[in-house]
C-alpha cells in the first residue's frame, strides 16, 4: 500500500481493558498494512475444511467453525458500523450485542461454506474501504458502545484482533 494514512495501535485509555487481549494480536503498528499483508484468515483457515470439520463442535454447547465464521462476521459489521457512526460525530450510546443470540439465529450450519468465505471478503473490502477513509481526527473520536469508551482507531485493531483470536481458537481447538 501507498500514500495511506498510519493507523498505529490504540494508545491505553481508547478502549476498555478488557480489550486489549484483541489489539495485542495485530502485529502490525500500521492497520491498513496489516490487512494488506495478513497471512491467515478465517477465511484461509476454513477454506480446504470438510463439512465435518465444519460442523464439529469440541463440547456441548460450543460453536462450530462455521458457527464462529458468521460470528467473526457479524463483529465485523458491528465494529465498523460503531466506527462509522462515531468517526461521524454520532454521539448515540451503542448498545452491546449478545453473541451467542446472533450465533444461533445466523443458522450457519446450514449455509454452504463458500457463501461464507464469500461474505466474510465483501465484509472485509468494506472494513479496509471505511477505514481508509478515516483521517487521524475521526480515528482519534471516541464514543461509547455496551456503555465503555472505544476509539474509532481502536474498534479496526479490536476487529482485527478478534478474528486473530478466533482464527487461533480453530487451529488449536478443532484442527489440531
Given amino acids: 500500500m501507498t500514500n495511506h494514512l498510519i493507523i498505529s495501535h490504540p494508545r491505553e485509555g481508547e478502549y476498555p481493558e478488557y480489550l486489549e487481549q484483541y489489539i495485542e494480536?495485530?502485529?502490525s503498528n500500521d492497520l491498513l498494512e496489516y490487512f494488506d499483508t495478513q497471512k491467515e484468515s478465517i477465511a484461509s483457515v476454513v477454506a480446504n475444511c470438510t463439512e465435518e470439520?465444519?460442523?464439529y463442535r469440541y463440547d456441548?454447547?460450543?460453536w462450530s467453525i462455521k458457527d464462529i465464521c458468521c460470528h467473526v462476521i457479524d463483529t465485523e459489521r458491528v465494529y465498523n458500523y460503531r466506527a462509522l457512526c462515531i468517526a461521524r460525530g454520532d454521539k448515540t450510546e451503542f448498545?452491546?450485542?449478545e453473541e451467542n443470540d446472533y450465533a444461533r439465529n445466523a443458522h450457519a450450519d446450514r449455509r454452504d461454506i463458500a457463501d461464507i468465505i464469500a461474505e466474510?471478503?465483501?465484509v472485509r473490502t468494506t472494513t479496509i474501504l471505511l477505514f481508509k477513509s478515516f483521517d487521524e481526527e475521526m480515528l482519534d473520536r471516541q464514543?461509547?458502545?455496551?456503555?465503555?469508551?472505544r476509539s474509532v482507531r481502536a474498534m479496526g485493531y479490536i476487529a482485527a484482533g478478534h478474528e486473530l483470536h478466533h482464527v487461533n481458537v480453530i487451529?488449536?481447538?478443532y484442527l489440531a
Fill in 60 to 62: 456441548e454447547g460450543k
Fill in 53 to 55: 470439520q465444519l460442523l
Fill in 95 to 97: 448498545p452491546g450485542f
Fill in 120 to 122: 466474510y471478503n465483501a
Fill in 171 to 173: 487451529k488449536e481447538r
Fill in 143 to 149: 464514543g461509547l458502545a455496551d456503555t465503555r469508551r
Fill in 25 to 27: 494480536l495485530v502485529p
